[in-house]
């Protein structure tokens, strides 16, 4: 059974950094690939930063370009979003997703729970 777990979320100050975690289970890296996707309230879900399996192709949002990198470690079936430099607008349920690595919510079938991130001004 394929699962995706995120942790790392919280409230930090506009200016600061969180690292979110997505634990993976039940698929191999060179099966999927991962997506980072963030949803705003009252706004459609929108892919942040995601990689095929493959790491032929991969997409970051404009505006996280410079402030956010995502990480494997494959060792432990765990990927990484690094977020420097948060700003308010970054503020969102951030999730984690297994597919294809492009940037389309449909594209994926299995999806983390999500982890709340608030950046307070």
């Known amino acids: 059974e394929v699962q995706l777990v995120e942790s790392g979320g919280g409230l930090v100050q506009a200016g600061g950094s969180l690292r979110l975690s997505c634990a993976t289970s039940?698929?191999?890296?060179?099966?999927?690939?991962i997506g980072w996707f963030r949803q705003a309230p009252g706004k459609q879900r929108e892919g942040v930063l995601c990689f095929s399996s493959d790491d032929e192709d991969g997409y970051v949002a404009d505006s996280v370009k410079g402030r956010f990198t995502i990480s494997r470690d494959s060792d432990k079936n765990t990927v990484h979003l690094q977020m420097n430099s948060l700003k308010p607008e970054d503020t969102a349920v951030y999730y984690c997703?297994?597919?294809?690595?492009?940037?389309?919510?449909?594209?994926?079938?299995?999806w983390g729970q999500g982890t709340q991130v608030t950046v307070s001004s």
């Open positions: 997703a297994a597919g294809p690595g492009s940037s389309s919510v449909r594209d994926y079938d299995y």
């Open positions: 039940g698929f191999s890296f060179d099966d999927y690939g």
